[in-house]
C-alpha cells in the first residue's frame, strides 16, 4: 500500500541537511505507534538471519531547492511531496492516520501541517514495465579483506540484475512463505541514468535513478512496488513508479 503526502509549512522554504534519508526516516518511525516502531527499528522481518522493514520511501519532490554547499544543507520550496510505501498494509495506515490526527509534523527542526493524503492504487499488473525511479536504486556486496567493505554494482554489470533477484526472493518469502526457484526477472536502463552518492549516517551508499525497463512476473512486481528495488528501501532507497 502507499500513500502520497503533500506537506506545507508557515515558511517559503524547509532547511534540511544536504544528505537527509536519516532524517526522513526518523520522522517516520516517529509518526508510528511506539510497539510498531520498536519492532520495525529494532526486529523487523527475518530471512535466514537477515533482516528486512518491507517498507521503503521516496527522495523529497518539491518545484524548486536550493543548494549550500559550504554549509552542506538544501533548502526546499514549500509544499513539498512524499511516497511512502510498505508490503504491510497495517504499516502504511498508521503512518496515514498519524498525518490526518496531527496538527504539526517534525521533519528535522522544520514543522510541517499535511496539506493532502492521497492511497495510491497499485498499477495494472503486467510482464513489463517501464518504471522511474522515486528514490536511487542500490545494490551491493560486503566483503572482508582485513576490515568490511562494500562494493556496489551499476546497473550495466551482470550482478546488478542478479542481486535484485535475490532480494526480491527473499522479500517474496518473508510475505508469501512460498520458497521461489528460478524464475524471470530482467531490468535495465532504457533512457540515460544517473549516479547519486548519498550519505546515510555518514555512510556513503552508491545508487542509481532514471527510468528502467523491468520484466518479470505480474506477482512478483507488487512486491517491487510495495517494498522497493534492490537494497536498503527503508533508508529511502528503490522507490519506483510506473511510467
Known amino acids: 500500500m502507499r500513500i502520497k503526502l503533500v506537506f506545507n509549512s508557515g515558511e517559503p522554504f524547509i532547511n534540511l541537511p544536504l544528505h537527509h534519508n536519516v532524517t526522513i526516516q526518523g520522522m517516520l518511525y516517529k509518526s508510528l505507534p511506539k510497539f510498531l ?20 520511501f521516496s527522495k523529497i519532490f518539491s518545484e524548486r531547492f536550493i543548494l549550500d554547499t559550504e ?26 492516520e498519524y498525518m490526518l490526527k496531527k496538527d504539526q509534523i517534525k521533519l528535522g527542526k522544520n514543522e510541517l501541517f499535511l496539506e493532502t493524503i492521497e492511497v495510491q492504487e497499485s498499477p495494472e499488473l503486467n510482464e513489463e514495465f517501464n518504471v522511474r525511479t522515486l528514490s536511487p536504486i542500490t545494490v551491493y556486496r560486503t566483503f572482508e579483506n582485513g576490515k568490511k567493505f562494500y562494493r556496489y554494482y551499476k546497473p550495466q554489470e551482470e550482478e546488478f540484475e542478479e542481486l535484485i533477484r535475490d532480494n526480491l526472493r527473499k522479500k517474496y518469502n518473508i510475505l508469501t512463505g512460498k520458497n521461489l526457484g528460478t524464475f524471470p526477472i530482467s531490468i535495465e536502463p532504457t533512457k540515460k541514468i ?18 528502467f525497463k523491468i520484466k518479470t512476473d505480474p506477482e512478483l512486481f507488487k512486491v517491487v512496488y510495495d517494498t522497493g528495488l534492490g537494497s536498503k528501501n527503508s533508508q529511502g532507497f528503490g522507490m519506483v513508479e510506473v511510467v
Open 194 to 211: 544517473r549516479k547519486v552518492l548519498i550519505k546515510y549516517k555518514d555512510f556513503p551508499i552508491e545508487a542509481y535513478e532514471g527510468i
Open 37 to 56: 516502531s520498536d519492532f520495525l527499528h529494532e526486529i523487523g522481518f527475518f530471512y535466514n538471519g537477515r533482516r528486512f522493514k518491507l517498507f521503503t
Open 71 to 96: 554549509k552542506k544543507r538544501i533548502k526546499y520550496k514549500t509544499p513539498i511531496t512524499l511516497y511512502i510505501s510498505s508490503a504491510v498494509d497495517e504499516i502504511t495506515k498508521n503512518w496515514g
